[in-house]
């Protein structure tokens, strides 16, 4: 272990307090729109690599204390950003609670940016380890040809909708004539803004099956408010909507270079793992692990869960 790190050893301090060696600044895209970055050097130049950290819609870099932990631990350096629109960036949507889309290309542009950013203090190769929206938001990126990032996984990442409880084709309907009719920044059906957790609920079921790193969450919006964010907007589901059939395209998903591994649960209730599995032959040289338990939020999920995602995904990163 580096004799600067002293890990923690107290498994709810590690969920409930950013490391020591996290530094939090607020950095300005191309439009001057202030980003929340959480920077974490590594602790040994020649130990580990240095990870972007890429998100999921509606989580903030706190959700994320237990794994800069582990980083910290193992010598890996990281850098975790708010999505505009999310966490402590600047909120885009009519309320700060309303979940609206900024447009699925300016999130592309800021992604740019951050790699940009991660990759000049990273001190070596710039690898990626990215969620849901932000997994989604990555392959589009890595598509583009123009990244830094050396290798990536990807859990659980969007590339289809379960768009529960509409299904998909209604949802895909009803959200492009809400946007038609001036209505994109209401909160969808049954939407509404951000509520406490509570166990046995639908939620809790299809992030994660651990109820204590699923009160997380709720832990840390009690303590600082302004971290919470609503359902998505009509908007933001017809964004997603475009921006998958754009990924998926003839061509795209084949210009994608970049070793990948797709890590996903068996039954995934938010996204589509089917259409995960159907993607990944598309990139030359991607891999796919099958969780055979577990929810949505992998890295949330029970010890033994965890464990496995975690590890497959720092041996294929290093």
């Known amino acids: 272990m580096m004799a600067d790190h002293v890990p923690e050893t107290d498994p709810w301090q590690r969920r409930h307090r950013l490391p020591d060696a996290a530094v939090q600044s607020f950095q300005f895209m191309a439009d001057d729109w202030p980003i929340r970055v959480v920077h974490m050097p590594r602790p040994v130049a020649d130990v580990g690599r240095h990870v972007l950290l890429i998100t999921g819609r509606a989580d903030f870099v706190e959700k994320y204390a237990e794994l800069l932990h582990n980083l910290a631990d193992a010598?890996?350096?990281?850098?975790?950003?708010?999505?505009?629109g999310q966490g402590l960036s600047r909120r885009v949507g009519k309320t700060p609670q309303h979940g609206a889309s900024p447009g699925f290309g300016l999130w592309l542009r800021d992604l740019a940016s951050m790699v940009d950013w991660a990759q000049a203090r990273a001190e070596g190769p710039?690898?990626?380890?990215?969620?849901?929206?932000?997994?989604?938001?990555?392959?589009?990126?890595?598509?583009?040809?123009?990244?830094?990032?050396?290798?990536?996984v990807l859990l659980a990442p969007m590339i289809g909708l379960r768009a529960k409880p509409l299904g998909v084709g209604i949802a895909r309907r009803i959200a492009a004539l809400q946007v038609?009719?001036?209505?994109?920044?209401?909160?969808?059906?049954?939407?509404?803004?951000?509520?406490?957790?509570?166990?046995?609920?639908?939620?809790?079921?299809?992030?994660?099956?651990?109820?204590?790193?699923?009160?997380?969450e709720s832990w840390w919006i009690g303590t600082y408010p302004s971290l919470a964010l609503g359902s998505v907007t009509w908007g933001w589901l017809d964004d997603a909507f475009a921006s998958i059939d754009a990924l998926l395209r003839p061509g795209v998903p084949e210009a994608i270079t970049t070793p990948l591994l797709f890590q996903i649960p068996r039954e995934d209730e938010l996204v589509d793992s089917a259409a995960t599995r159907r993607l990944v032959p598309r990139i030359a040289?991607?891999?796919?692990?099958?969780?055979?338990?577990?929810?949505?939020?992998?890295?949330?999920?029970?010890?033994?869960?965890r464990s496995a995602v975690l590890a497959a995904a720092l041996a294929h990163l290093a």
Do not use: C
Not at 126 to 152: C, E
Not at 191 to 209: H, K, V
Not at 286 to 302: D, I, K, T, W, Y
């Open 180 to 216: 038609v009719r001036g209505k994109g920044g209401d909160y969808v059906l049954g939407g509404g803004p951000w509520q406490p957790g509570r166990p046995g609920e639908d939620r809790q079921r299809w992030l994660t099956s651990d109820l204590e790193r699923f009160h997380d």
């Open 126 to 152: 710039l690898v990626a380890m990215a969620h849901s929206m932000g997994g989604h938001l990555l392959l589009r990126h890595l598509a583009a040809g123009n990244s830094h990032i050396a290798r990536a």
């Open 75 to 84: 010598g890996w350096g990281a850098t975790i950003f708010d999505w505009r």
């Open 285 to 305: 040289g991607a891999e796919l692990l099958v969780h055979q338990g577990g929810a949505h939020e992998l890295l949330r999920e029970a010890d033994a869960i």
